[in-house]
C-alpha cells in the first residue's frame, strides 16, 4: 500500500502542469499548439521540463490547447518542434463505439408515422398519391421521390427499414449532429428515387425508406475513410470502410422485393453526402446549437410541405 501511494504521488507530480494555470499569472497569452488530450499531455509535460510557463485549455469545440506568454512563444515552438521531430505524431482514429441514442428518432418519425396512417386506413389515399411511379415522376409529380420515402408494403418492411436505418444513423451521430446530415440524406434520397425513375422511365413503382438507410450506410463510409490516419501503410486497409461498406450495402440489397437500384444509388450517392462536413468537425465533433435545432424542424417540416402537395 505505502509503495502505490508512493507511485501514486509520483503521477500527480508529473501531471501536476496540466492542471489549468491561474489566469492572473499570464498576463497575455499566445495559442502554440492544439490537438488531442494526449499529444496535448505530451507537449505541456515537454514545456514543463523546460520551465516554459503554459496554460492548458480544453476548447468547448473539442481539441485541447496550449497558451503561452507571447515572449515564450518562440522557445515553446522549438521545443514542441524538437519533440515532434524525436516522436513523430501519428494520427489516431478510435473505433466507433457501440451506444444507443435517442438522436435517430427523430429521423425515423416521417417514415413511422406516414407508414402507420396507411395501414390503418383501408383505401387510404397515401399509398397511391405518394408511391414513387417512374412515369408521374417524369411528367411533374417530383414530390413523389420524397413521399415514397415514408410508405412501406407491409410490416415487416417497415421494420427491417428502421432496424437497419437506426444502427446506421446511430453510428453516423457519433460523428457528427444528424441534424447537420438530415437534409443533405434526404436531398440524396430524393435524387436517388429519381435517377431510378430516369434510368427505367416507365412501369416502375417503388416506396421505402431503404434509399435513406443506404444513403446513409454511404455517408457513414466516406466519413470513417475521411477519417483513417494518412500514414497507413496497407491500401487496402486505407481504403477498408468503404469496402466494408459496400460489402454490407450488397448483403443487405439483394433480396427479395428489394428495389436495388435505388439502394445502389443511394449508397453512391450518399458516399459524396459525407464529404460534406469538415473533417475537423468529424474528427472533434460539434456541439449542439440552436441552428440544430431549427434544422430538424425544417427536416420535419418538408415532409408535412411535400404530403401537403401530395394529397391537394
Known sequence: MRRFMTF????????????EVEKSTIAE?????????????????????????????HNPIGPFEIFVPPALLEKALEQIALYQAENPPRQENPPLPIHLSLHPLWVLLPPIIVTLIQFSHRGSPFYHMGIADAEKILTG????????LTLHGDARHLTSNLISGYVIL???????????????????????????????????RSLG???????????????????MPKDTDNLLRRFAPLFGAASLA??????????????????????FCGLIPRKK????????????????????GFFGFVWKIALS
Open 8 to 19: 501514486r504521488r509520483l503521477i500527480f507530480r508529473e501531471t501536476a502542469p496540466l492542471a
Open 29 to 57: 497569452e499566445v495559442l502554440a499548439s492544439s490537438g488531442d488530450y494526449i499529444q496535448i499531455r505530451d507537449y505541456s509535460l515537454v514545456l514543463s521540463s523546460q520551465e516554459i510557463e503554459h496554460r492548458l485549455v
Open 141 to 148: 409529380d417530383w414530390w413523389r421521390v420524397f413521399t415514397a
Open 170 to 204: 446511430n453510428l453516423v451521430a457519433f460523428r457528427i449532429p444528424l441534424s447537420r446530415m438530415a437534409l443533405p440524406l434526404l436531398a440524396t434520397s430524393g435524387l436517388a428515387n429519381f435517377l431510378v425513375a430516369l434510368t427505367i422511365q416507365t412501369d416502375f
Open 209 to 227: 425508406f431503404s434509399t435513406f438507410v443506404f444513403a446513409s450506410l454511404g455517408t457513414l463510409s466516406s466519413i470513417e475513410f475521411r477519417l
Open 250 to 271: 450488397v448483403f443487405l440489397g439483394i433480396g427479395e422485393n428489394s428495389d436495388i437500384l435505388a439502394h445502389f444509388y443511394g449508397f453512391v450517392l450518399g458516399i
Open 281 to 300: 468537425k468529424l474528427l472533434w465533433g460539434a456541439p449542439l446549437r440552436w441552428v440544430d435545432g431549427a434544422l430538424i424542424v425544417l427536416y420535419l
